[in-house]
Each structure stands twice: as structure tokens, then as C-alpha cells.
């Protein structure tokens, strides 16, 4: 997955002039029942639960007026890096701002019988380095001041 410059922008601005990110800069994440795709921008923009075959939780990634996302992203300009943890499906978006690092970690737990029938998707934040900023979007709407 390449590096890129993101600034703090909507999601409409930071994607190419067709509105969409390309399916290039995004990784894969999966529980072994279905998956989301998760751009370098802090995006989800593909999930469907709790099956390969089920519904969409989130589709910008086909409709990006009106499917749906789930973004995390820095406040300040950032260069971004997305890479797996070694012998791991855990995704690592990282990133690198003029005064501070952050990554976003994303995974799906697959495990046994009990846990088949709970389908989680994990996003965690880490600020490496303080004063990286950080604006969430989706589920929390949060936003830093």
C-alpha cells in the first residue's frame, strides 16, 4: 500500500475527482465469515455483517454520496502509511504529522464456535507521539476542538 499526503479534509475532498478512493489504497480485514476494507485516508468504507453475502453496514466505497463510512482520521496534515502487524490480519494505519504520530489499528477477531456467532470489527487509536490531532466521524461524530 503506497504513502500519501492527507490534510484534514471531508472524505469527498481527500478521494480522487471521481469521489471515490481507489480500491488501491485500501487493506483488507476479516473475521473468516466476512470482511471491510479499510482505506489509508482512516475509512471504512466496506463492511457487511454478520456474512460475505449479508447486507451493507458501510458502502462508500460504491456509493460515496450516501453509502456509508466509518472514518477516523488525523486533524492536521498527515502522510499516511497502512501496513499488517507481522503474521497478523491486524491492519495499522498509520499517521506521521509534522508534531506527532498516530495509528489506527483494525481487526476482526475470528476464533471458535462461541465466538463465530459475534462478529466485532476493532478499530483501537494510538498516538505515538502527542499533538497529532485526531477527528472522528461515524459512530462518535467527536471532534477536537
Known amino acids: 500500500m503506497a504513502d500519501s499526503i492527507r490534510s484534514p479534509q471531508p472524505r469527498s475532498e481527500m478521494a480522487n475527482r471521481s469521489g471515490y478512493l481507489p480500491v488501491s489504497e485500501h487493506g483488507l480485514i476479516g473475521d473468516l465469515h466476512t470482511v471491510a476494507l479499510v482505506g489509508t485516508n482512516g475509512t471504512i468504507d466496506w463492511h457487511c455483517s454478520p456474512s460475505f453475502d449479508a447486507p451493507s453496514v458501510f458502502g462508500s ?3 460515496a454520496d450516501g453509502g456509508g463510512c466509518f472514518e477516523l482520521a488525523a486533524a492536521l496534515p498527515a502522510k ?4 499488517y502487524l507481522p503474521d497478523t490480519n491486524v491492519l495499522i494505519t498509520r499517521f506521521l504529522a509534522e508534531n506527532g504520530v498516530g495509528e489506527i489499528q483494525d481487526f476482526m477477531p475470528a476464533g471458535g464456535a462461541a465466538e463465530a456467532q459475534r462478529h466485532r470489527l476493532i478499530r483501537r487509536v494510538h498516538l ?12 462518535g461524530r467527536a471532534r477536537r476542538p
Open 128 to 139: 505515538r507521539q502527542p499533538d497529532c490531532g485526531s477527528q472522528r466521524d461515524g459512530a
Open 61 to 63: 466505497i460504491l456509493d
Open 80 to 83: 499516511t502509511r497502512q501496513f
